[in-house]
């Protein structure tokens, strides 16, 4: 069967293309990369460390949320917070672990991700829940305060049911 070359450059020229469009995200990826290290080095103290790691991180990279764990069984890290004039609960998604098996514990009890409770200030007022996945997990104790819109059930796909925050 002869091949032929219109096709084949064709495939070529696809793949091609794909590959770089992904140099070009991984190139704006490490652009971003690279300006959170710079923040990171030129943090001036322990208060600009934690914004920029906890905040700017967040912010940087379109995340929901960061959680930053420190393990400080001599208190030495809550001290230098203190130290700095920050209080140490005062900083969303920190959190302090009194010893290494404490960490080793969390980190392999499943490997589940670990889901807060709804906040308003930081949540959207809908939310979209398919069945079998992590929000319909953390969905499910908070139905109370959510109002059911609209489900959808497709033969040979998870039923996905959209809430709104709030009672009708």
């Not at 980190?107 to 308003?120: I, T």
């Not at 109370?144 to 796909?157: D, F, H, N, R």
């Amino acid at each position: 069967m002869p091949v032929d070359p219109d096709a084949n450059s064709g495939q070529l020229r696809e793949q091609l293309r794909r590959m770089l469009a992904q140099a070009r995200d991984n190139e704006r990826l490490m652009r971003r990369l690279q300006l959170f290290e710079l923040k990171l080095i030129q943090a001036g103290d322990m208060r600009e460390l934690a914004y920029a790691l906890l905040s700017d991180y967040r912010r940087g990279f379109a995340l929901d949320a960061v959680t930053l764990v420190l393990v400080d069984s001599g208190y030495e890290q809550r001290r230098m917070l203190l130290d700095a004039g920050i209080e140490p609960d005062s900083l969303a998604g920190l959190s302090f672990l009194d010893g290494g098996q404490t960490l080793e514990r969390r980190l392999h009890a499943g490997g589940a991700p670990v889901l807060g409770r709804f906040d308003p200030a930081r949540h959207a007022d809908y939310v979209v829940a398919c069945q079998g996945d992590p929000v319909w997990a953390a969905v499910r104790p908070q139905r109370a305060e959510l109002t059911e819109l609209l489900s959808i059930s497709v033969p040979g796909q998870s039923r996905c049911t959209i809430y709104k925050r709030g009672q009708p």
